[in-house]
């Protein structure tokens, strides 16, 4: 993959912790700064993905009335096959 410059400004206190984290870890600042993003990036899927699944069983009844259950929906596929 291509690597892009990006430039940030940062109080000191915040770029020493960024150095000493990527010290003990035995990896660049660059590649810690890139790791903190991609593990945000991860959170924010993980964090969507819950809030579907939740907004789902919140509202599970209201579109198994209006669209059906998936039980109904594959017994209905399977009827219109054998007509």
């Known amino acids: 993959m291509a690597k892009t410059q990006l430039n940030v400004r940062v109080d000191e206190a915040t770029a020493e912790t960024a150095r000493e984290r990527a010290s003990q870890r035995g990896i660049s600042v660059n590649r810690y700064i890139e790791e903190l993003v991609q593990r945000d990036e991860g959170e924010n899927g ?13 509202y599970e009844e ?3 009335e209006e669209f059906g259950t998936r039980e109904e929906t594959r017994e209905e596929t399977r009827g219109e096959g054998t007509r």
């Open 62 to 64: 209201v579109f198994a």
């Open 46 to 58: 993980r964090a969507f993905v819950q809030a579907a699944a939740d907004f789902m069983r919140r």
